[in-house]
Nanobody
Framework: QVQLVESGGGLAQAGGSLRLSCAAS????????MGWYRQAPEKQRELVAV???????IYADSVKGRFTISRDNAKNTVYLQMNSLKTDDTAVYYC?????????????????WGQGTQVSVHS
């Protein structure tokens, strides 16, 4: 099992910025995809920004030009820089990662979610 821990959430004013971090731990062989999702009250969880298996990035249209995803492969960590925050960005943000864990002949697929971190934006 691979565990994900998010940090950096909190309260921000509209127009402000926050930076989220997500660190993966465990016996990780490789991470193929890793990124961020969010869930606002009474709404479904949605993709925010992710690194795909091919190494490219995907952003939700609503955050393009405002949010930037980055990663530090050596630390198995992904970041989300959120600028020009809007009240509509208020949600619980979840980190997600998928890949292979284990070692030797015991490699298995994994797909893990973090516990979530609250982002609240007020005007």
């Amino acid at each position: 099992q691979v565990q994900l821990v998010e940090s950096g959430g909190g309260l921000a004013q509209a127009g402000g910025s926050l930076r989220l971090s997500c660190a993966a731990s465990g016996i990780i062989f490789s991470i193929n995809t890793m990124g961020w999702y969010r869930q606002a009250p009474e709404k479904q969880r949605e993709l925010v920004a992710v690194f795909t298996k091919g190494g490219s990035t995907i952003y939700a249209d609503s955050v393009k030009g405002r949010f930037t995803i980055s990663r530090d492969n050596a630390k198995n960590t992904v970041y989300l820089q959120m600028n020009s925050l809007k009240t509509d960005d208020t949600a619980v943000y979840y980190c997600h990662a998928a890949g292979l864990c284990g070692s030797g002949s015991r490699l298995v697929d994994f797909a893990s979610w973090g516990q979530g971190t609250q982002v609240s934006v007020h005007s």
